[in-house]
């Protein structure tokens, strides 16, 4: 059981180039998260996918979009970077639909130049 | 709309002392309150939570929080603070349509 697995690790991009970042859940969660993480922000959520086939805007979610491939996988597109995505990058799942229990990923550190 | 307000950016407690980090919140209904906490380089691990019931709750790793909703708060305390505790802690309310709204964080550093 690997809980929330993400890749890659660490990327470093240039301005203009797109990449996808994934994420993948074996503990058979319905809802799915993508968080970034910046200095003295906390996490804000970019978007989020409360079932297989649905994803929905979160609070910072220009410049990326996401697809839900399957109840496992949810991952993050970055069409054309910038510097200002710079960050880390945290997907998460839900235990409880109730509840909201999140569990998270151990967190992609992406470098836009 | 919801918030959580983290007052204490950086922390520096010596190594045995107590520990009380600070969290208020703002939410219309009953909050689901949580804490996580973060080690250098690593992702989130949920240290306690707060649904109904009693107003004190024990988590991992020797932390509790109390749940005051008079105050709109919910710290996170230990009794005695180990070198390993020195992370960055972060506080969340779940805000409806299971997402959750994180504080900015405290950074805790450990003297020996």
């Known amino acids: 059981n690997a809980g929330v697995t993400q890749t890659p690790k660490f990327q470093v991009l240039k301005t203009g180039q797109s990449m996808t970042l994934q994420c993948a859940q074996d503990?058979?969660?319905?809802?799915m998260y993508w968080y970034r993480q910046d200095p003295g922000m906390g996490l804000r959520l970019i978007y989020y996918?409360?079932?297989?086939?649905?994803?929905d805007k979160g609070e910072v979610p220009n410049g990326y979009n996401v697809s839900r491939l399957n109840k496992r996988e949810f991952s993050l597109r970055l069409e054309s970077a910038a510097p200002s995505q710079t960050s880390v990058y945290f997907c998460?799942?839900?235990?409880?639909?109730?509840?909201?229990?999140?569990?998270f990923g151990p967190g992609t550190r992406l470098t836009v130049l | 709309a919801q918030s959580v307000t983290q007052p204490d950016i950086h922390i520096t407690v010596s190594e045995g002392a107590s520990l009380e980090l600070r969290c208020n919140y703002s939410?219309?209904?009953?909050?689901?309150l949580f804490w996580y906490v973060q080690s250098p380089g690593q992702g989130l691990q949920l240290l306690l939570k707060?649904?109904?019931?009693?107003?004190l709750v024990q988590g991992i790793k020797g932390f509790e929080a109390e749940f005051k909703r008079s105050q709109s708060s919910f710290n996170l305390r230990k009794p005695s603070v180990h070198w390993s505790d020195a992370a960055e802690y972060f506080c969340?309310?779940?805000?409806?349509?299971?997402?959750?709204?994180f504080g900015q964080g405290t950074r805790l550093t450990i003297n020996p």
């Open positions: 939410y219309g209904a009953t909050p689901y």
């Open positions: 998460a799942s839900n235990l409880s639909l109730k509840i909201n229990e999140q569990f």
């Open positions: 996918s409360a079932s297989e086939g649905t994803t």
């Open positions: 503990m058979n969660h319905n809802s």
């Open positions: 969340a309310v779940g805000a409806g349509a299971q997402k959750l709204v």
């Open positions: 707060y649904f109904s019931g009693d107003t």
